[in-house]
């Protein structure tokens, strides 16, 4: 961020006079905080809007069969983990299971 900001900083302040130095660096910062932090607040509600979206899609598509298949996959999970193989290693068939549910 700093190889963004100082050369944007520089151009801003480079014409003018040294009475004028020290008001528009404060201006500049405020309105660089300002447009991030409206940023950041418009991307944690497109994402929140979004993961509830999808959290209706994946509890859409449940249905008693896919309970009978996760009931089992999960079965076969704890015997998985009873061989000693890692947590990545016997998420995979539930993750194979939820990724064939899911509308493309």
């Given at each position: 961020?700093?190889?963004?900001?100082?050369?944007?900083?520089?151009?801003t302040?480079?014409?003018?006079?040294?009475?004028?130095?020290?008001?528009?660096?404060?201006l500049?910062?405020?309105?660089r905080?300002l447009?991030?932090?409206?940023?950041?607040?418009?991307?944690?509600?497109?994402?929140?809007?979004?993961?509830?979206?999808?959290?209706?899609?994946?509890?859409e598509?449940?249905?008693?069969?896919?309970?009978?298949?996760?009931?089992?996959?999960s079965?076969?999970?704890?015997?998985?983990?009873?061989?000693?193989?890692?947590?990545?290693?016997t998420?995979?068939?539930?993750?194979?299971?939820?990724?064939?549910?899911?509308?493309?």
């Amino acid at each position: 961020m700093a190889c963004f900001f100082m050369p944007v900083t520089a151009i801003t302040l480079s014409g003018l006079t040294p009475e004028r130095l020290a008001a528009a660096s404060s201006l500049s910062n405020f309105v660089r905080t300002l447009a991030g932090s409206i940023g950041t607040s418009i991307t944690t509600t497109l994402w929140t809007d979004r993961e509830s979206m999808r959290h209706s899609y994946l509890a859409e598509s449940i249905t008693p069969r896919l309970c009978g298949l996760l009931t089992s996959a999960s079965a076969s999970t704890q015997s998985l983990a009873l061989a000693w193989l890692s947590h990545s290693d016997t998420a995979m068939p539930i993750r194979f299971l939820i990724r064939k549910q899911t509308p493309p």
